[in-house]
């Protein structure tokens, strides 16, 4: 049963992949244009209504969407709902034929324990940690830190974000740690494989990102050296 969670992770992860690229090259776009949405900010400072809608037309023009990084999270929720589900009223080991698909065939026998150890159906100590630590590890790619403070009076606006910030990077993995622990061992194998997965794409997509950026810089120097001359 651990195994078969652990082959749903990674082909749920495969078929999200498209848009888990796209939410990653969204965080870094935004990293990347950063001096210019804050001159937006700086330039309609008075005028919120000007501001938001200057900073929609960047997004536009760019080519950005800042809430494709939560719509790749909202649709892994009913996923994890259901493997509470499963789990929890399923009946494992015991399997009721009558729910199963005409092409499915009936397991003569079901391993709860993954690796030997880990009880599938119950609490695990050990996958709860995991997932909090892979999910720090994760929060901490994804999630930049925040500039530091500028002298003078902050803004309740800069303060919020911070506070945010902070709760996303440190206060989220213990939540999501303490939720996996009190589920299920299935939830805690599915969000650590998850997490590990997203690592692995953020790393591999920033190094994409990164050479795509320098081939486009050095295309554009190309063409600077044709116009001078």
């Excluded at 888990?20 to 330039?43: D, F, G």
């Excluded at 009558?98 to 065939?105: A, E, I, K, M, P």
């Amino acid at each position: 049963m651990g195994f078969a969670v652990l082959i749903l992770t990674i082909i749920v992860k495969l078929i999200l992949f498209p848009l888990s690229e796209k939410a990653v090259r969204t965080q870094l776009a935004m990293k990347l244009y950063e001096p210019e949405l804050n001159n937006i900010k700086v330039k309609f400072k008075d005028d919120k209504e000007g501001q938001a809608r200057a900073v929609l037309n960047f997004y536009r023009e760019n080519k950005i969407n800042p809430l494709s990084s939560f719509l790749v999270l909202l649709i892994q929720l009913p996923i994890i709902i259901s493997l509470y589900y499963v789990f929890y009223k399923g009946g494992f080991p015991a399997v009721n034929q009558d729910l199963l698909y005409s092409f499915v065939t009936a397991p003569t026998e079901i391993d709860m324990n993954f690796l030997g150890f880990i009880d599938m159906g119950g609490k695990s100590l050990l996958l709860a940690v995991l997932v909090g630590v892979t999910q720090f590890y994760q929060m901490k790619l994804s999630v930049p830190p925040m500039p530091p403070r500028v002298e003078g009076k902050p803004s309740m606006k800069d303060e919020l974000a911070r506070s945010m910030n902070v709760q996303m990077r440190y206060v989220m993995p213990v939540f999501v740690a303490v939720i996996a622990y009190t589920i299920s061992g299935a939830v805690g194998i599915y969000w650590t494989t998850s997490n590990l997965f997203a690592i692995g794409q953020e790393l591999y997509l920033r190094k994409k990102f990164a050479v795509e950026r320098e081939t486009i810089d050095g295309q554009n120097r190309g063409d600077n050296k044709k116009l001078n001359k």
